[in-house]
């Protein structure tokens, strides 16, 4: 597997996991972590962020950009099909 195809526990830096098995990894792991306090993004649950930083991270995060991007598409697409 390549490298893309892995991620990083952000619960545990040195757990490194499939990512398609990183939900359930992180269902376990979040038990037992003990660290500082984390934000969980709201547009993936698999993003874990130090607490206060979440509007930082919401500008870099590319599943918020695809969220907006695909909300602003569909709002678009309304407007023209009213104003036709």
Do not use: W
Request: with cysteine.
């Amino acid at each position: 597997m390549s490298d893309e195809e892995y991620g990083i526990c952000p619960f545990n830096s040195g757990h490194r996991i499939v990512l398609f098995r990183m939900p359930a990894h992180i269902v376990k792991c979040r038990k037992n972590y003990t660290g500082p306090p984390l934000d969980q993004c709201p547009y993936n649950a698999t993003h874990y962020i130090p607490a206060g930083t979440l509007s930082e991270h919401l500008k870099k995060c590319r599943d918020c950009y695809r969220f907006n991007q695909a909300t602003y598409t569909k709002m678009a697409e309304i407007s023209l099909n009213q104003n036709a």
